[in-house]
């Protein structure tokens, strides 16, 4: 049997996850600033994407709409997909700075403009 929640629950927590990422986004803000390492910047964009997500997951359904499954070839549907897409692309390629692995940024974003 599948679990029923109610509209209001879902989104209270979107607004939940959504202040925790704005949390990150300052928390590695601050980071960044005083330590100047390049992966900050990177891991403080991935999250700035995935607030966009969170943001549009917010605004873009209509009331009734949050338990229906989206049309996956909506705009909206496409534009939340590029976004948690892209934050998951920006993730790991801070996380393969931050293991001092070199990888050439015009391959992240050819990496990007596939997904």
């Given at each position: 049997m599948e679990p029923k929640f109610s509209e209001a629950y879902l989104h209270a927590t979107l607004l939940v996850s959504l202040m925790s990422v704005w949390v990150l986004v300052g928390l590695f803000y601050y980071l960044n600033r005083y330590t100047k390492r390049e992966y900050f910047t990177i891991w403080t964009a991935a999250w700035l994407f995935?607030?966009?997500?969170?943001?549009l997951s917010l605004h873009v359904q209509q009331p009734g709409s949050m338990t229906r499954v989206p049309d996956p070839t909506s705009?909206?549907?496409?534009?939340?997909?590029?976004?948690?897409?892209?934050?998951?692309?920006?993730l790991l390629w801070g996380t393969l700075r931050f293991l001092g692995i070199y990888v050439k940024q015009m391959l992240f974003g050819l990496f990007i403009l596939f997904l």
């Open positions: 995935y607030a966009l997500w969170l943001t705009l909206e549907s496409i534009i939340k997909q590029a976004c948690v897409a892209i934050s998951a692309a920006f």
